[in-house]
């Protein structure tokens, strides 16, 4: 693996086989390798809110032995009261790695080219590959396996969608995705993932019906409409997405038994009904979850590149 967790599409499929299997170890033990980063500090640097990702590296840093050190937007003032580069090069003499949220992709990219430890992308405009490498391990778990599963993502062709794009390709998933016309992801991710798909012999669809992606589907996956960020537009995207809401409707048209995912927070009326949320099909907690156990095996590949699971 690379010094960095930023992106799935610098994983082989080889890492992600090592990550779930040693992912299965710790979810089975969660205290299974409890000093394994005793001494060592991580950094989570957050310009932006959480919930999931941020309790989770906690409880995941915590549960293997090492210390946390939280550290919202009012504190470090990234770029602000000093250059990434400074900060990168100060936190590398100090801590063992650093987990960073924030707006722009390229934050993440420099804060990574400047320090000497560790950094992983705890969620950027661009991508999450930390909550979908932990959307592959739920799907890996509830299938028995992830070849020939059909995904279909509806909503906004946003950061989630995103990793979805180069994650499902690579561990042969079908990935099929609706989105408004002028909501779809971006065209060299899609570029990617298409060329990813034919080496793996999965596909990548995009259509602008969400009843057509839904067709067949295992899986149906959504999100928020109005990602961080762009709270400005979220009116206008109200109206823009009202024909992508998962609904018990949408549902009925994919596979029986087909199971829901949301990587929350879910905007309840909106992407998603509560009925469907809370209905037997929603995996979304499982999903949340898995966060935990995902991330600390990210964590000893990073920090313990040497570590072996015997
Ligand atoms: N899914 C996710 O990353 O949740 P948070 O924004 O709460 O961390
Ligand atoms: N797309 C959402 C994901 C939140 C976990 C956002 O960026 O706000």
């Not at 967790?5 to 205290?31: A, V």
């Not at 032995?65 to 590398?92: F, H, M, P, Q, W």
Request: charged share 30%.
């Amino acid at each position: 693996m690379d010094k960095d967790f930023i992106s799935i599409k610098n994983l082989t499929e080889k890492d992600i086989e090592e990550i779930f299997l040693l992912t299965d170890r710790l979810k089975k033990d969660p205290f299974r390798f409890k000093n394994i980063l005793s001494g060592k500090t991580i950094v989570l640097i957050f310009q932006k809110p959480s919930n999931r990702t941020r309790v989770s590296f906690e409880v995941a840093i915590f549960q293997l032995g090492g210390n946390s050190i939280y550290l919202g937007k009012e504190e470090i003032k990234l770029g602000v009261r000093e250059s990434i580069k400074d900060v990168a090069k100060t936190l590398s003499r100090y801590v063992e790695g650093i987990v960073l949220r924030t707006f722009s992709h390229n934050t993440i990219l420099e804060m990574a080219k400047y320090a000497a430890i560790p950094v992983i992308n705890g969620l950027s405009d661009f991508s999450h590959p930390c909550q979908v490498l932990a959307d592959l391990y739920t799907i890996r778990e509830k299938f028995k396996r992830l070849k020939g599963i059909k995904l279909a993502y509806v909503g906004d062709g946003n950061n989630v969608c995103h990793s979805l794009l180069y994650g499902c390709p690579k561990v042969g998933i079908d990935i099929s995705i609706a989105t408004p016309l002028d909501y779809t992801p971006d065209k060299t991710v899609v570029k990617d993932a298409l060329l990813l798909s034919k080496k793996k012999d999965s596909s990548v669809k995009l259509f602008n019906i969400a009843s057509e992606a839904v067709e067949n589907a295992d899986i149906i996956y959504t999100d928020v409409w109005t990602s961080m960020g762009k709270e400005k537009e979220a009116k206008i995207r109200k109206k823009i997405f009202k024909k992508f809401q998962v609904n018990s409707k949408l549902l009925k048209l994919s596979k029986k038994n087909c199971l829901v995912m949301h990587c929350l927070p879910a905007h309840r009326g909106e992407e998603i009904t509560d009925e469907v949320i809370d209905g037997p099909n929603s995996i979304v907690f499982d999903q949340a979850e898995n966060r935990l156990h995902v991330q600390k095996a990210i964590l000893i590949k990073l920090l313990k590149p040497n570590f072996k699971i015997i």
